[in-house]
């Protein structure tokens, strides 16, 4: 039953997209349905099709492995002692999970270097221009979202920028907050598998198959939300970044390493911030709780100390449901979709390696668990806004006033695609 939820979920998060659509009566249904159906089939074969199935667990453990590989250059710098999480000091994320991102970026800086993402990024490209009906820009920075990131894709389309479409540009933006860079999902595979190298690969096949099957919904949701209306134009110019690459194989590394030290920093700075704003704003609530009155009443009811994350959850824990999550989870996850779209995913996903590592046991199923990765893989969340607009408008500052009207729907329409891609997701996760 759980299961077939999942479909009602989806009915929801399509009908959310054409309630705060811009154009309702223009919607491109046929558009829609061919976008749901490719998501359909990419979680039907990947997670039920036993050679499909086969063939992503091996691309899963290959790219755990390359992962893995930071593990070095982490025993390097602080020692034995510190990196290994088996030891006295556990898992800190300031050891295992930011210096994975700086790995990731000198690697994904080399790869582009060789041209080796430019040929994975035309690939997905194309099979979304194919099966989607997306012009070829449009197609390209999808793809280039899913694997380096809201900030880094727009320079695919650069030359574009400035002439697009408003619907063009809310299918960017839609594209970054509903997906995540390369760098970021592998320290997450760290965060949430922990030392338990079957547990890693399963969080690497489920983030990868996030990845790959919110660039689809990006499309979906973006055209609900901001049908297109204008002549696409000219995209004759456009090209993969070819003029941006480094010198040598060493510069790019570099380069990539350098640019992966100011995301790690920029990433511990808003943890640091907004885990102590939570804290602070659960204090009064705390107090509260605790009145006599308060407590007496709370307690007749079964409802816990009230926090930040309590109230998200009771808000969205009907959405939570219906992308398949138990009623009884549904609050724990509901809680997790709040706090990444008002605070952070690496918030979301640290409060999720909670309950999945609870010393007293697991607060949520495995089932659950698996979903919520699905739900929270993307940028969609408040903090982004910003990003976003200051990114793209740095290379186009005629569309800044377009971009901060655009940019909150967009947002939304980000989070709808992922909470879409984790209840399609949820009708085949067994």
């Keep these: 039953m759980e299961r077939l939820i999942g479909v009602l979920g989806v009915a929801v998060f399509i009908a959310i997209a054409w309630l705060i659509s811009f154009d309702r009566r223009r919607v491109p249904w046929r558009l829609v349905l061919a976008g749901v159906i490719v998501q359909v089939v990419i979680a039907a074969l990947a997670l039920t099709f036993p050679p499909i199935v086969a063939a992503v667990n091996v691309l899963a453990v290959f790219v755990t492995g390359v992962i893995d590989s930071a593990r070095a250059g982490i025993e390097f710098i602080f020692g034995k002692a510190l990196s290994d999480e088996s030891g006295p000091w556990g898992w800190v994320f300031a050891i295992r999970a930011l210096p994975v991102i700086i790995y990731f970026a000198a690697l994904s800086a080399v790869l582009y ?46 030359p574009l920028l400035a002439r697009m479409t408003r619907a063009q540009l809310m299918l960017l933006m ?193 089932r659950s668990s698996a979903i919520s990765m699905f739900a929270l893989c993307g940028f969609a969340n408040v903090a982004s806004i910003g990003i976003q607009i200051g990114g793209i408008s740095a290379l186009a500052p005629s569309r800044r006033g377009e971009l901060a009207r655009l940019a909150p729907r967009a947002m939304v329409a980000g989070a709808l695609a992922s909470w879409t891609t984790a209840a399609i997701a949820g009708m085949f996760l067994r």
């Design 113 to 158: 270097h060789f041209g080796i993402m430019q040929k994975i990024i035309a690939g997905l490209a194309w099979v979304l221009r194919r099966t989607m009906g997306v012009t070829g820009a449009e197609a390209l920075v999808t793809a280039a979202n899913v694997f380096i990131g809201q900030t880094e894709a727009p320079f695919v389309v650069k």
């Design 174 to 366: 839609v594209g970054g907050f509903a997906t995540m860079a390369g760098s970021v999902l592998a320290a997450y595979v760290g965060l949430l598998g922990g030392a338990d190298d079957a547990a890693r690969e399963m969080v690497t096949r489920n983030l990868l198959l996030a990845s790959v099957m919110s660039a689809p919904a990006a499309i979906v949701m973006a055209r609900i939300v901001m049908p297109e209306t204008e002549r696409p134009p000219d995209e004759r110019h456009v090209e993969l970044g070819e003029s941006e690459r480094a010198t040598n194989v060493f510069e790019a590394a570099t380069i990539g390493a350098t640019d992966g030290l100011k995301l790690a920093l920029n990433v511990a700075a808003m943890l640091i911030a907004f885990v102590a704003i939570v804290a602070l704003l659960n204090w009064p609530l705390a107090w509260f709780s605790g009145l006599e009155g308060v407590a007496a009443w709370r307690e007749a009811r079964g409802l816990p100390v009230f926090s930040v994350e309590w109230a998200l959850g009771a808000v969205l824990a009907p959405l939570a449901w219906v992308m398949g999550v138990g009623w009884t989870d549904a609050g724990e996850v509901g809680s997790l979709m709040g706090q990444k779209v008002m605070l952070t995913e690496f918030i979301a996903y640290s409060s999720l390696t909670e309950m999945i590592h609870d010393t007293e046991g697991a607060r949520i199923s495995a």
